[in-house]
């Protein structure tokens, strides 16, 4: 069963402008991690952010924040005042205790100029 | 402090040949593993290894083989390579997550395979 979703294939943003990322998620622990990873052309996988499921707040790192909710079990990607460097693959990704870590299929985001 | 590497960058294949991707870390972590990424599919896992002498299957683990000797290393084998095997490869490292689901997980650069 598909544990990460995404369903945006690819988003476009003006630059300077805030988007908005889709990921929700499905599981039976109520002990997780959720993570975000960037994926430039030249193919690295870069960390983003990370939220725990007990976490009260949301994450935030410089312009990324994730806006988690729990019982909706989502746990979307904003990026603030977006960048040129900005367009990449992006990928929502979930870690259960003594797990490994499932992806989604990812969103291509573009930024415009 | 080099963090995961991974070799070869890229490699062409023939048809029933067999090669290892190398990988290693410098960061002391218990957890590897590999996964491979296709066009449109995100990332899934291959194999995974949770300390030196335990290997375990992943998503996806047909046609590969992986063992752990020590901490550091964690080849990836192609025993037979198949066209289908044509991929991006990404070998991967944290800290244990056992018990603890906040460990995120560090990739190495990626390994292009070509099997034709």
């Known amino acids: 069963a598909q544990k990460i979703t995404q369903t945006q294939p690819g988003m476009f943003v003006q630059e300077k402008e805030a988007v908005t990322l889709d990921c929700t998620y499905d599981?039976?622990?109520?002990?997780?991690?959720l993570f975000w990873y960037k994926q430039p052309s030249s193919g690295e996988m870069i960390f983003l952010i990370y939220?725990?499921?007990?976490?009260?707040q949301n994450a935030t790192e410089g312009r990324y924040s994730l806006n988690f909710q729990k019982a909706r079990k989502s746990a979307n990607l904003v990026i603030s005042a977006s960048q040129l460097g900005d367009s990449a693959m992006y990928f929502c990704?979930?870690?259960?205790?003594?797990?490994?870590?499932?992806f989604g299929a990812g969103t291509r985001l573009t930024v415009k100029p | 402090n080099a963090g995961v590497t991974q070799t070869p960058k890229f490699q062409v294949l023939k048809t029933g040949q067999s090669m290892t991707l190398q990988c290693a870390q410098d960061?002391?972590?218990?957890?590897m593993s590999w996964y491979r990424q296709d066009p449109g599919m995100g990332l899934r896992l291959i194999h995974y290894s949770v300390g030196a002498g335990i290997t375990d299957q992943g998503e996806v683990p047909n046609g590969y083989n992986v063992s752990r000797s020590t901490t550091e290393d964690f080849p990836l084998r192609l025993l037979s390579a198949a066209p289908s095997q044509t991929s991006v490869y990404f070998c991967?490292?944290?800290?244990?997550?056992?018990?603890?689901?906040?460990?995120?997980?560090?990739f190495g650069e990626g390994s292009w395979l070509t099997v034709v």
């Open positions: 991967a490292s944290s800290f244990s997550g056992q018990g603890y689901s906040g460990n995120t997980i560090y």
């Open positions: 939220q725990g499921s007990y976490d009260e």
């Open positions: 599981t039976s622990d109520q002990s997780y991690g």
């Open positions: 990704a979930m870690r259960e205790p003594n797990n490994d870590m499932r």
């Open positions: 960061m002391n972590h218990e957890y």
